[in-house]
């Protein structure tokens, strides 16, 4: 669920049997366990160090997706370079998460939802529709090349994303 607060567990236990039994028609089904959380959509800047001999990684170096918290996969590069550099004697610095353009489209992003221009839950499902998956996956992990985010880009309604980029202090 997409929404700048969190919802009730109510809430969320309806809208997890409407997707399995409405969107999936799976039929029954034994919820083993749970988990809570909330992934934080943000493009604030995560500072690399926590102190001189303290480097973040994971959620706290910026690993998280801004647009869809996907994180896997960057959480992997960093924890390799850091352990690479470890092991090749270096001060191990993990590497930024993210192009500075796939950051720039999550700001785009952003604020096309922050602003009610796009809406989470249509734009992304029509982007999973639309886009091959194989390209899809490599565009959560932050590994599409420029051609790719132009062709990904035009799945998007365009104008409200223009309109929400015009916005940014780019």
Known sequence: EFGPSVLTEPAYTAALRHYTEDVLRIGAYEVLGEERGVIPMTDAHHAPRAGRH????????????????????????????????????RVPVPPPAYRTRHLAMDAILLRGLSTGRVRGAPFFGGLFRTVPAERMLRFLDGETRPAEDVLIGLRTPVLPMLRSAAGLPF
């Open 54 to 89: 303290v480097f973040r990684i994971g959620a706290a170096g910026g690993a998280v997706r801004p647009s869809t918290g996907y994180a896997f996969s960057a959480i992997q590069r960093q924890t390799r370079a850091v352990a690479a550099a470890v092991h090749q004697g």
